[in-house]
Nanobody, 124 residues
Framework: QVQLVESGGGLVQAGGSLRLSCAAS????????VGWFRQAPGEEREFVAG????????HYADSVKGRFTISRDHAKNTVYLQMNSLEPEDTAVYYC?????????????????WGQGTHVTVSS
């Protein structure tokens, strides 16, 4: 079991960039797949991006492909979500989660642990 601490959320203008960080404690994080999800008010939590244990395989939601990049730094036990060309529709609470069984389905139920969430607001 790992503990996840998220940071990097904030308020940005449309077209701007933001980098979210998901820092983990516990060495099992290094062998877990990690996903970023987001949830806007009144909407269901949706998959944004995922990365396997090695960082060699990544998946993205169609809505963010080409704009967002997920990566991980094993030395720092941290997974990042670089968000470029942000749009107002990207406004949401972003969550980091781990999947001990590897990179699989994009549904939240696949993931074992979740961070506290960090707010991202993109203004027009």
């Amino acid at each position: 079991q790992v503990q996840l601490v998220e940071s990097g959320g904030g308020l940005v203008q449309a077209g701007g960039s933001l980098r979210l960080s998901c820092a983990a404690s516990g060495r099992t994080f290094a062998t877990s797949a990690v996903g970023w999800f987001r949830q806007a008010p009144g909407e269901e939590r949706e998959f944004v991006a995922g990365i396997d244990w090695s960082g060699s395989t990544t998946h993205y939601a169609d809505s963010v492909k080409g704009r967002f990049t997920i990566s991980r730094d094993h030395a720092k036990n941290t997974v990042y979500l670089q968000m470029n060309s942000l749009e107002p529709e990207d406004t949401a609470v972003y969550y980091c989660a781990t999947a001990s069984l590897g990179l699989g389905p994009s549904s939240p139920e696949w993931y074992d642990q979740w961070g506290q969430g960090t707010h991202v607001t993109v203004s027009s």
